[in-house]
């Protein structure tokens, strides 16, 4: 399976000269934790709510839920790890393990337009729609589990 087949389509956006309380708005309106960062349809970069987390006061959202006056330019992560359509599921998966993300933007390799975004959410939503997790299935090799005080039960 290929990002083209798993990634979503429909990207919400952000302007890097938005107002990091812009970008916060539409992840609350939306419920999402990502946004990519375009100028003229090019990705420049990627805001996440950990992104808007560590750049409110002290790391906290202050009391009266302001933020600090930033643009999504200041907060934004620049060059984010991307991937390309014809990009294999295996190999994202591998993106977002390696670097500890759970998103990477999908664009055209030849000019780095965005068009998608495959986030965890995505691959996890693959293993439900595919019914890779069957119940039935029994574990092909044994393992121990460790009860308290030490014990192991073995199951073949």
Same mark, same amino acid.
């Given at each position: ?29 939306? &419920? ?7 100028? %003229?349809?090019? #990705? +420049? =970069?990627?805001?996440?709510?950990? $992104? ?49 993300? &759970? ?7 030849? %000019?780095?337009? #965005? +068009? =998608?975004?495959?986030?965890?959410? $995505? ?34």
């Amino acid at each position: 399976m290929k990002a083209m087949q798993a990634m979503t389509r429909n990207v919400i956006c952000v302007h890097e000269t938005d107002a990091i309380e812009t970008a916060r708005d539409i992840m609350k309106e939306w &419920d999402i934790r990502h946004l990519p960062v375009v100028r %003229d349809r090019m #990705l +420049v =970069g990627i805001l996440s709510d950990r $992104d808007v987390l560590l750049h409110t006061s002290g790391g906290q959202i202050a009391g009266d839920g302001q933020i600090a006056d930033r643009s999504v330019r200041e907060t934004m992560t620049k060059k984010p790890i991307t991937c390309c359509s014809a990009d294999p599921i295996s190999y994202i998966a591998g993106l977002m393990l390696d670097n500890k993300i &759970d998103c990477v933007p999908v664009v055209e390799e030849d %000019d780095g337009e #965005l +068009v =998608g975004l495959v986030t965890s959410f $995505d691959l996890i939503e693959l293993l439900r729609e595919k019914d890779v997790l069957d119940a039935s299935r029994t574990v092909p090799w044994n393992y121990a589990v460790k009860l308290a005080g030490g014990a192991a039960v073995i199951y073949p």
